[in-house]
């Protein structure tokens, strides 16, 4: 059975998936700086970390779209 599994296509997709999420979480680790929670308390950590996701998330949408008329010096 763990052989018919593993010739589907989902379980091809399903490494690429996630390492996407776990180099996400290094980035929050590494770059962001979470590696160690500095809010107590599981409604701090969870502020924290939704903090750091919207960081994530806005960096990923000025990628995509930069603002138009800047001019880079």
Not at 3 to 28: G, W
Not at 31 to 49: C, S, T, V, Y
Not at 52 to 69: D, E, F, T, Y
């Given at each position: ?11 091809l ?21 979470l ?23 806005l ?12 001019a880079?010096?």
């Amino acid at each position: 059975m763990a052989r018919d599994i593993a010739t589907t296509d989902a379980y091809l997709v399903s490494p690429r998936q996630r390492k996407k999420v776990e180099m996400l979480f290094a980035h929050l680790k590494r770059i962001l700086k979470l590696g160690r929670l500095r809010l107590r308390g599981p409604n701090g950590a969870r502020d924290e970390f939704h903090l750091a996701a919207a960081v994530q998330n806005l960096r990923k949408m000025a990628k995509i779209n930069p603002m138009r008329g800047l001019a880079l010096a």
